[in-house]
C-alpha cells in the first residue's frame, strides 16, 4: 500500500522516530524525525507502513507506547 503514501520530515525530540496517520480522504501519511540518521528513518518508514497497511492507524488516539516510556 505504499502507493499515496506522503512522507516527510520534521524536527522532534530525538526519543520520537516518528509517526504515521490517515487522512480524512484516507490517505496515508508518515512523519519521521530529521534528527535521526537515514537508517533509522527507514526502519521507522517500514515500520509505519505496517501500521497503515494494518488499519491501526484509523484510531485517532491510537497511542503505541505508553507515556512513561516517551
Known amino acids: 500500500m505504499s ?3 506522503c512522507a ?3 524536527n ?3 526519543h520520537i522516530r516518528g ?3 490517515l487522512d480524512n480522504d484516507g490517505n496515508g501519511h508518515i512523519v519521521l524525525n530529521a534528527r535521526l ?6 526502519k521507522t ?3 509505519e507502513m505496517k501500521h497503515i497497511d494494518a ?3 484509523a484510531d485517532p488516539d491510537y497511542i503505541e507506547y505508553p ?3 516517551t
Open 8 to 10: 516527510r520530515f520534521e
Open 55 to 57: 488499519g491501526e492507524n
Open 45 to 47: 518508514y517500514l515500520h
Open 12 to 14: 522532534m525530540p530525538p
Open 37 to 42: 540518521t537515514a537508517e533509522q528513518n527507514r
Open 67 to 69: 507515556e512513561e516510556l
Open 19 to 21: 509517526y504515521s496517520y
Open 3 to 5: 502507493e499515496g503514501i
